[in-house]
């Protein structure tokens, strides 16, 4: 419609300049009929050029009427998805609050149970089966926690060597039932870091479990420090299981993206364990080509403003 009136405007314009030079054979035409030209075209152009004009508003009111709508549409669409985290924060949270305790004691009983069972290869292992997985469900239940309503942490000097040892000890015996090896190499003379502790277990706890998921009939773990002398720490985690494909790859960090059957994944894990490193001021880097992966966490040795006091500052993203 913008061409057309354009083009209409511009052929009246010619048409009269064309008329003025031939009626004149381009030389003699005089004042009187230069101004009878644009009393006759200019009328038409000033009609043409208002409809262009009026055009040109009307259009551009109802784009600025869609892209707002647009917005208001994307406005309703977070608080629909805030009220919906913000309800899964609480249904978790009560959830987690009901859990923890009963599976506190069925993980006490079974390891008493593994104790007093010596003589009896059997039931001992049927209890190491209790303890592994009521381990695994106290995770996804942190996890669900963590996702939906992020709790404010004290963070303080910690050791992360000794967090690294404290986890790894949560998937001795599942890696030892798997033939998973275990290759071990931290770095325990430079590795205090400001952080929360708890926070740090469950980051590690999330790269390990997919570790261990990754290599179900038997491999290799290698968890390592490196302390590369720019102020950072860096914990890297490889397996040797089957590597990611190029497909999936770019979705790992996504919440709730998972290429593992319901019962054994949410997808949750690597979108908390992103969230921690980035909430300790740190990054965490994944390289998978072919067989195995390895993924990083590089933390600052301590954050670059430093909260006072160890105030909190792990943000609700929710
Ligand atoms: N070490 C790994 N080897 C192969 N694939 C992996 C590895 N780590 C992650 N993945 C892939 O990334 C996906 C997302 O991982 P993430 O830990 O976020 O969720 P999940 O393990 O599926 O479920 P959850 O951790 O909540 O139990 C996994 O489903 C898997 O496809
Ligand atoms: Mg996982």
């Not at 050029?49 to 259009?59: H, Q």
């Not at 249904?91 to 003589?119: D, K, Y």
């Not at 000097?157 to 798997?178: A, G, N, Q």
Request: proline share 4%; glycine share 8%; charged share 20%.
């Amino acid at each position: 419609m913008l061409v057309v009136l354009t083009a209409l405007t511009l052929s009246v314009l010619v048409w009269g300049v064309f008329q003025l030079v031939v009626s004149n054979y381009f030389l003699e035409f005089t004042i009187q009929e230069v101004h009878a030209m644009f009393v006759s075209h200019g009328l038409v152009c000033a009609v043409l050029l208002s409809a262009w004009a009026a055009f040109f508003i009307l259009r551009s009111r109802k784009k600025f009427e869609a892209e707002i709508a647009e917005k208001e549409a994307q406005f309703d669409d977070r608080m629909a998805q805030a009220e919906k985290m913000a309800a899964i924060g609480q249904i978790a949270a009560g959830v987690a609050h009901q859990l923890n305790t009963p599976l506190g004691s069925i993980m006490l009983t079974a390891e008493m149970i593994a104790e007093e069972v010596n003589g009896n290869a059997e039931l001992k292992e049927e209890s190491r089966k209790i303890i592994r997985n009521a381990n695994y469900c106290k995770g996804v239940v942190r996890n669900l926690l963590l996702y939906a309503k992020p709790q404010k942490q004290e963070f303080k000097e910690e050791s992360v060597c000794f967090i690294i040892r404290r986890t790894v000890s949560l998937f001795d015996h599942e890696m030892k039932k798997r033939g998973i090896r275990m290759n071990m190499s931290v770095d325990c003379k430079e590795c205090a870091v400001f952080c929360n502790g708890n926070l740090i277990e469950q980051l590690i706890f999330n790269l390990l479990q997919n570790a261990v998921d990754a290599q179900p009939n038997g491999g290799e773990i290698s968890i390592r420090t490196i302390i590369p002398g720019d102020g950072s720490l860096k914990i890297s985690v490889r397996d040797a299981g089957p590597g990611i494909s190029g497909d999936v790859l770019p979705h790992i960090f996504e919440p709730f993206y998972t290429t593992k059957s319901v019962e054994k994944g949410t997808g949750l894990g690597l979108a908390i364990a992103k969230r921690i490193a980035e909430d300790h001021g740190g990054v965490i880097d994944v390289e998978s080509a072919g067989k195995g992966s390895s993924f990083t966490v590089t933390l600052p040795a301590r954050p670059a403003s430093p909260t006072p006091a160890g105030a909190p500052h792990f943000h609700d993203h929710a």
